[in-house]
């Protein structure tokens, strides 16, 4: 794990030092479009003051043993320390997620399970029409719509996720609740494309499973059908849902992104996106990093989930 | 009616599959008797019909399919129970399997399920169909496990499959068949997938287990030595039908049907000069869909008649007592 963490961070910073020109060079030419002429001498205090001219090893270097500490540098943009920014939107993108990825497991596993045991019936082409038109609708139009239509029919704002009068409020039950009225249409949207995908893979893995020997057994022994749909092929394929948690925690972080600009969520996704338009190293380099840090955790969690689940893995090594 | 101490009576039973390319008849009118404690052998090569025979017993025919016909049942009670007229799904047809009527498979590695002990899968069964608390009914699995010569069972009971290997596997199968002593054992190829030696030891077992219990065996295989060792009647079948009937040495030293005589003719023998190239039969089992007019077997036949064999189906004659053959050429 902390060897996939430090290639990620090597991969990160090279990313970022990628295009051509560092934040100061935008920085310059913002302020030379709107006509102020920049001083060469501030130019070299302010490079001097971030690092930018030394080697870009050296600055790797500064910028890891900075991290270690817990001191992620300085945001260019925002002017305020990374740490804090992030701090400030990660624990609501996180609310988010987790809603998210319970709302789609919660949707998607009978719906899967559904369409797999009555496959070919009018329920399960139904599902299926959703599906498809739920993975092809890119979340920022089916955002956009929806806001309409809340607008529009219920008079509800459905930007951000807070009301106004709540948004620069202490944490209160009042603003919890209004977050929890907040909720639905970004976990809705951001879950949307998830779900579609999940109730696939449930579906196939199911209909796979389905046409095992061991379920005809089962049947044999005379076990009743619903039974044996949830005993055997069920839990053979709850596996292979298990261990996509790994890609979906992180998908669900970044595939917010463009959702979180059109309904203005105050999460990582924007704040991310933006560092990355103007450049700003620190920042966007402790996003990805941040990032990576949740897929590793992702993909931790659903090793741990299948070693619990699945006996074959389990016992692999006493076997040996 | 029940005089001759019959277990189960096939009738004209046809298990047809609706595809989209036709109707495929995969058992077109079988009809036999099981009696009691003895062994019928159904014999035939890959895609005749043997497996679809026994699933239709069992009312399991995979979905597109549907049986008709009279699956009589003569249970303990005498009260008899037509199969093919119950639903598939329903409680009557539940209790009967894997109570009184239980099958094993051809292949033990994938015939259980993964996830769960084999003691879970036995249990299970036992719970189904027996009154009896947990406790005793892992009593029971366990004396079964040892009944069929699985060693230390009180720890192998809590092994997942993938921990057993493929003849412990197989044992643990017919343990799981046999905990509720049913009257009627199926079973569908049981030793194929196992090598020879272990092959002998399941099938030693299972004529133990038959004395002991004093069931009746459906033995499904296209291994004409297991057939030899262990039944007493043979049913060679052919795409769907049966071709030919008798008793166990009739079949074997008298046969009549082209198709059986070939059969028997490709058994590598010892004692046979060497270097002689088995016999085998043209051509492989067709599809069961759009049959042509006429036996089953012309096209491939060597004793075909032109004229005869290729307009009209034989009938199933009677040529001796406990023998019976489906061919122009007899009768």
Redesign the interface.
């Given at each position: 794990m902390v060897i996939v963490l430090w290639a990620v961070s090597i991969t990160a910073f090279v990313i970022i030092q990628l295009p051509p020109g560092d934040f100061l060079t935008s920085y310059i030419m913002k302020l030379e479009a709107s006509g102020q002429i920049v001083d060469e001498a501030e130019i070299a205090a302010l490079r001097k003051q971030y690092d930018l001219d030394s080697p870009i090893h050296l600055q790797y270097c500064k910028w890891m043993w900075k991290m270690l500490h817990g001191d992620f540098g300085k945001s260019f943009e925002w002017n305020r320390p990374v740490r804090d920014l992030i701090a400030e939107r990660l624990p609501l993108t996180v609310t988010i997620s987790i809603f998210t990825l319970i709302f789609t497991y919660l949707l998607a596993i009978p719906i899967g399970i559904y369409s797999a045991a009555r496959q070919y019936s009018i329920g399960d082409y139904t599902f299926t029409v959703f599906g498809f038109i739920g993975l092809a609708t890119p979340g920022f139009l089916f955002a956009l719509i929806l806001m309409f239509f809340f607008y529009r029919y219920f008079g509800i704002s459905v930007g951000g996720l807070f009301s106004p009068q709540y948004q620069l409020a202490d944490w209160s039950g009042a603003k919890f609740i209004d977050l929890l009225k907040h909720l639905p249409i970004p976990v809705l949207v951001i879950g949307m494309a998830g779900t579609a995908g999940l109730i696939r893979i449930m579906r196939g893995c199911l209909l796979d499973e389905l046409r095992k020997q061991y379920v005809i057994t089962a049947r044999a022994k005379g076990v009743s059908e619903r039974r044996l749909l949830f005993k055997y092929p069920v839990r053979v394929a709850i596996n292979p849902i298990a261990s996509t948690i790994g890609w979906l925690l992180p998908g669900i972080v970044s595939g917010q992104t463009i959702v979180a600009i059109v309904l203005d969520l105050p999460t990582v996704g924007p704040l991310l996106f933006r560092s990355l338009v103007n450049q700003d190293m620190y920042l966007a380099g402790s996003s990805i990093m941040i990032l990576a840090f949740l897929t590793v955790i992702g993909t931790f969690i659903s090793d741990i989930l299948l070693v619990w689940l699945d006996p074959r893995i389990r016992y692999e090594k006493q076997a040996r | 009616m029940n005089n001759n101490n019959s277990l189960l009576e096939l009738k004209n039973l046809r298990t047809y599959f609706y595809l989209d390319e036709g109707v495929l008849k995969a058992v077109d009118g079988v009809s036999f008797k099981i009696k009691r404690e003895k062994t019928l052998g159904l014999v035939g090569e890959s895609g005749c019909g043997k497996s679809v025979t026994a699933q239709s017993i069992?009312r399991?025919v995979p979905h597109p399919g549907k049986t008709e016909g009279e699956i009589l049942f003569y249970q303990n009670n005498k009260k008899v129970i037509d199969l093919a007229r119950l639903d598939p799904?329903g409680k009557e047809i539940?209790?009967?399997?894997?109570?009184e009527i239980?099958?094993i498979?051809q292949?033990p590695m994938?015939?259980?399920?993964?996830?769960?002990t084999i003691g879970n899968?036995i249990m299970?069964?036992i719970l189904?169909?027996q009154k009896i608390n947990k406790q005793k009914a892992r009593r029971l699995a366990i004396e079964m496990l040892d009944k069929v010569g699985i060693p230390i069972p009180s720890q192998r009971i809590d092994e997942?499959p993938?921990?057993l290997s493929g003849g412990l596997r197989q044992r643990a199968?017919i343990a799981?068949a046999l905990c509720c002593k049913p009257n009627l054992l199926i079973a569908d190829e049981p030793t194929t997938a196992l090598d020879v030696t272990v092959q002998a030891q399941i099938l030693e077992l299972m004529k133990d287990l038959q004395k002991e219990f004093g069931m009746s065996i459906i033995y499904i295989t296209h291994n004409l030595g297991v057939i030899a060792e262990i039944t007493d009647e043979v049913a060679v079948m052919y795409l769907g039908k049966i071709v030919e009937y008798g008793s166990i040495d009739e079949i074997f030293h008298n046969p009549l049907h082209p198709y059986t005589v070939r059969l028997l003719k490709s058994i590598p023998k010892v004692g046979r000069k060497a270097r002689m190239r088995l016999e085998s039969i043209k051509g492989a089992v067709p599809l069961p869909l759009g049959l042509p007019r006429g036996c089953r077997f012309y096209p491939r036949c060597p004793q075909f008649k032109e004229g005869l064999c290729n307009l009209d189906n034989p009938p199933l004659v009677e040529v001796q007592e406990k023998h019976k053959v489906r061919c122009f050429l007899f009768g």
């Open positions: - | 069992l399991i799904f539940r209790n009967i399997r894997g109570n239980t099958m498979f292949e994938t015939s259980l399920s993964p996830l769960h899968q299970e069964a189904l169909h997942y993938h921990q199968m799981m």
